[in-house]
Nanobody, 121 residues
Framework: QVQLVESGGGLVQAGGSLTLSCAASGSFRSLFGMGWFRQAPGKQREFVCSITRGGTKNNAASVKGRFTVSRDLAKNTVYLQMNSLKPEDTAVYYC???????????????WGQGTQVTVSS
């Protein structure tokens, strides 16, 4: 069974920084695209940023210049470095990774359990 385990959320003041981590564990053939989504109270889950297997990055306009996605394939881990945080960044953050589990016929999306990020003004 493949799992994504997130860590690094917490409470931070506006203007501060946090780094989220998401590590894949279990038996799988390969990892493909990796990324982050977030869901604020009363809102739909929204895309934050992503990185393809080839290393191409994409950011939502709302976080461009402040958030950076990176990965360590040796550790099967994707990171989200968040700088210049704003109160409107407050949300539960979910990692999303396209994983091909051993024994499966194809890859498909896996989600982390979510980690709370709260930015105080």
């Amino acid at each position: 069974q493949v799992q994504l385990v997130e860590s690094g959320g917490g409470l931070v003041q506006a203007g501060g920084s946090l780094t989220l981590s998401c590590a894949a564990s279990g038996s799988f053939r390969s990892l493909f695209g990796m990324g982050w989504f977030r869901q604020a109270p009363g809102k739909q889950r929204e895309f934050v940023c992503s990185i393809t297997r080839g290393g191409t990055k994409n950011n939502a306009a709302s976080v461009k210049g402040r958030f950076t996605v990176s990965r360590d394939l040796a550790k099967n881990t994707v990171y989200l470095q968040m700088n210049s945080l704003k109160p409107e960044d407050t949300a539960v953050y979910y990692c999303n990774v396209d994983i091909w589990p051993l024994g499966a016929s194809r890859s498909y999306d896996h989600w982390g359990q979510g980690t709370q990020v709260t930015v105080s003004s």
